[in-house]
Structures are given as C-alpha cells and as structure tokens.
C-alpha cells in the first residue's frame, strides 16, 4: 500500500482532531469525505508532514512521516485547502520557484507543459494578484504536479471554484489518478462520487466507512425510503421524522423526502451515495 | 541554486529598504548630510542606536508572518528544501539591506554600534518566532529593546548589576570606557549570530507548522 495509517491521532490542546484512525490508500483517485471539522485536512497535514501525530504512526511508501520527512516529500504533490502564492511573482515565476524547491531538474519544458494544461498559459506572465480562484486553484495542482510526483494530496480541492471549473478539475483528477496515488479530501458527496475509486468518511475525527462508493451504498440497500410531502405538511412532518430525514427537494406541490428507515406512505428507493454518505453520519 | 537565490531575493527584497539606503548614500556622498561636527554626530548615531535596531526583530517577523498571510507556508514546507535554507537566504537578503543603510548612515568606528543590537534583537525575533509563533517572537525582541531603553531612562549605572547588565543593549549614552562598550557590543553580536544559527536549524528540526 502506498499510505498506510496506523492507529493515527493528533491533539490540538484538548481537541481531538483524529482519534486512531485505520487506513491503508493504494493506486488511483482516493476521496476522503467527511463534514467540517472531521479531521480530513489533519489527516492530508500529517500525510504531508506538515504536521506531525501525536500517537500511532503513518507511512508513505514505506517512509515514517515523522522519522523520514526528505524522501516523502521528494515524491509528495500538495494542495492544501487554503492555497496561495507569491504577490510579488507571476504564475510562471511562483512555478519556476516551487520548481527550484522541489530540486526539477529542466523545469521550464514542465512549467510550460502544465501551464498548457491547466490553462494558464494566456496568463503566466502576469502577476498571481490578478488572478481569479479558479486560476489561482489551477496553479495550486500545477505546482503539486511539478516533478511528476508519485503522490497527490489535494485538500478541497473545487472549494470556491463555479460549476464549470468544478468539472474540468474533475476532469484533470481522473486522469491524473490512473498512474499515481491521489488522496482528494473533501465534503462534497459529489465530487467523491464522479471520480474515486475508493473513499474513507470520517466524522469528529473517527473513521466511520472505508470501502468502495458501490459498497457504501450496498450498506443502506433497502433503508432509505422516499416520499413526497405536500408544503403545509412539510414542517410537521420534518419535526416528526427528526434525524431521520436525510434530504428534502422541492417538488412541484410539495417536498420529496429521503428519509432513513421504513416509513408507511413512503416508496423504497435505490440509496444514492449522498443518502448512503448522510445515513452513515447519522447512524 | 542560482535560479534559487534569485527567487529567495526577489521575495525577501525590500524596495523601501534599498532605496532608503540610496537615499541615505546620496546625502552622504554629496555632503548634504554631513554629521562629521561632534555634536551632530554624537546625537545622530545615539538616535541611530535606539531606533535602527528595532527594524531587524519587524522584519524578521515579517519573514515569518507573510507566508501565513499569503497561504503560501504549507507548500513551501511540503518541499523537500531545507528549510533552514530558505530562511537563511531570505534573511540575509533582508540583513544585507539593513547593513547597507548602516555602512550608508555611520562612520565604519560605529557599525558594531547600531548592527550588534539590531542582530541580537532580530534573531530573538526569528528564533523565538519559529519556536512559539511570530508574534511571541516580536513581542520577546521588543521587551528586549524596552528593558534596554528603560535602562537608559531610569539612568541606572551599568555597573550596579553585574550579569543583567550585559543585557542592556543600547549603550552610546552608559558612559562606559570605549572598549568595554565594545566587547559588550561583540557579546551582543555573537549572541545574536549563535541565536541566528540555532534558528535555521530549527528550522530544519522542527516537525510541528501548524497553521492557523
């Protein structure tokens, strides 16, 4: 396995971000989804040893992220949540010193190929100031990608990004996972359900599924019930399902409901991820 | 590497800085600021000595406190450079600057003056900013300076304490013998290069960049 965690946690004072979490990530696009505050960015950290575990132990190919920090960073892509660059430097500028940290040998062929990529070609040679954050967010993976690294640890990655750049980036995620380790964390359902090919959730920092997308919904096969609620209804019945109630929609004359669990004027439907996700937490 | 250092330099210059130092070169050089008269020269280079130093701790924690601002801390890290390295280059570049005002302002018999106080002041700054955070390195630099400056005030004799006063770091107006001033102004000199170096390797160790 290429990133293997071993009873894994991390304090922050008296907060326990992760509490001895299991997992072990192979080859292709990996989602770790979870709600705000589930430990998912602690997690990236400690992979990225930017943060060291207060107990247990995490390795990426074979390497300790406390003990043998130099060679997983040789072979480590990263783009955390919060993501920016140099004021002072252009685009092709901030690539080419990421590129002199990162020791690439040649980098211009390779700055030039991902700015081609990601798009960015039009606007390299101006200022990283005036770029917008969707711009900003492509320069963000084109610096991880530098040096082709055998390991990709992107932290919401589409957060802020409009609708069409979400696609594209889910896009160039695909086609980077066929070859490298990716680990994409994140807390949309749907980004996790377009392009991983196995996923962890996490929630108050405890690793509560890990599995295939498939499997997930496999678990709530025969549990989640629809039914359709008419508005002046809507409140009452919310109040009556509580925790239940995993998603609403409105409908024309109405709300459809998820709920988890049997209900009697409600229809059995196929879970999708999201429900199966929402059942889980729930649980 | 080359490639490396121009970035480093790019990052950390100071244009404000350098062209503070032209400034103070071409007042200089075309004596329309000549302290050479004793009393203008003494005044000048006590001035210099109790507010240059203070510039040295605001940079060095601006060094630090930029790339949490600009969300850039995390990828640097995530490198396999060494970070003691980095800072390293980024802080001379700073220091250079802050030297070259120096040469520009004082006669050579006054750099170890107003440089010694300063280097002192900024690696209390980067190496306790590394360790506890910028701001508690800033405030540590500062208290420093304050207790130097309170000193002075309060006029107490150097000589009443015997070890703390080796802390005092402002010294042009103590009164003391030309060449005590200076071996305690070496002391200042050596104490902030030692604290500069054990900055950079702790900033090599350290395992913890917890980002607000």
Redesign the interface.
């Given at each position: 396995m290429a990133i293997k965690a071993e009873a894994l946690t991390r304090h922050?004072g008296h907060v326990q971000a992760l509490k001895g979490v299991d997992l072990e990530i192979g080859t292709g696009v990996f989602g770790l989804l979870g709600p705000n505050g589930a430990g998912k960015t602690t997690f990236i950290?400690i992979v990225?040893?930017?943060?060291?575990p207060t107990s247990g132990r995490a390795t990426v190919f074979g390497y300790d992220v406390?003990r043998e920090?130099?060679p997983i960073?040789?072979m480590?892509g990263?783009?955390?949540q919060?993501?920016?660059?140099?004021?002072?430097?252009t685009g092709y500028?901030y690539l080419?010193?990421?590129a002199?940290?990162?020791?690439v040998r040649h980098p211009k062929e390779q700055i030039n190929a991902l700015l081609d990529r990601f798009g960015l070609s039009g606007v390299a040679r101006r200022r990283v100031t005036s770029y917008s954050g969707g711009m900003l967010r492509r320069l963000g993976i084109a610096?991880a990608l530098l040096g082709d690294p055998k390991v990709l640890l992107v932290d919401e990655p589409t957060a802020g990004l409009d609708p069409e750049e979400r696609v594209r980036f889910r896009e160039y995620l695909m086609d980077l996972g066929s070859h490298r380790v990716i680990v994409l964390s994140t807390h949309l359902v749907e980004d996790v359900a377009m392009i991983c090919d196995r996923l962890a959730i996490l929630s108050e920092g405890k690793l509560r599924f890990f599995g295939t997308p498939g499997e997930l919904v496999a678990q709530f096969q025969g549990r989640i019930y629809q039914l359709v609620v008419p508005e002046e209804a809507v409140k009452e019945k919310l109040l009556a399902l509580g925790e239940r109630v995993l998603t609403t929609q409105r409908i024309e004359g109405g709300r459809a409901m998820r709920v988890l669990g049997e209900v009697p004027e409600g229809r059995l439907v196929t879970p999708s991820l999201e429900d199966a996700y929402l059942a889980l937490l729930r649980l | 590497m080359i490639n490396h250092l121009f970035y480093e330099a790019k990052l950390s210059m100071s244009w404000r800085l350098l062209l503070l130092s032209v400034f103070v070169s071409i007042l200089r050089l075309t004596k329309a600021f000549s302290p050479e008269v004793p009393e203008i020269w003494v005044g000048w280079v006590v001035f210099l000595e109790f507010v240059y130093p203070v510039l040295f701790p605001l940079l060095m924690f601006t060094i630090l406190e930029r790339e949490k601002q600009w969300h850039t801390l995390e990828v640097l890290v995530g490198t396999p450079k060494k970070k003691g390295m980095i800072f390293l280059f980024r802080s001379l570049f700073v220091l250079l600057l802050l030297v070259l005002v120096a040469i520009a302002a004082v006669s050579p018999a006054e750099y170890l003056l107003i440089i010694a106080p300063g280097l002192a002041l900024g690696s209390v700054a980067f190496l306790f900013g590394l360790f506890l955070g910028e701001e508690a390195g800033l405030g540590l630099s500062l208290a420093w300076w304050g207790f130097s400056f309170l000193s002075v005030l309060t006029g107490r004799s150097l000589s009443s304490f015997r070890t703390i006063n080796w802390f005092v770091l402002l010294l042009s107006t103590s009164g003391l013998p030309r060449n005590e001033l200076l071996v305690r102004k070496l002391a200042h000199l050596g104490v902030g290069l030692f604290l500069f170096a054990m900055a950079f390797t702790l900033a090599d160790l350290k395992r913890s960049w917890f980002v607000r």
């Open positions: 922050y950290r990225a040893t930017i943060l060291p406390v920090r130099i960073r040789r480590l990263y783009l955390p919060e993501f920016g660059a140099y004021p002072k430097l500028e080419e010193y990421i002199a940290l990162k020791g610096q | -």
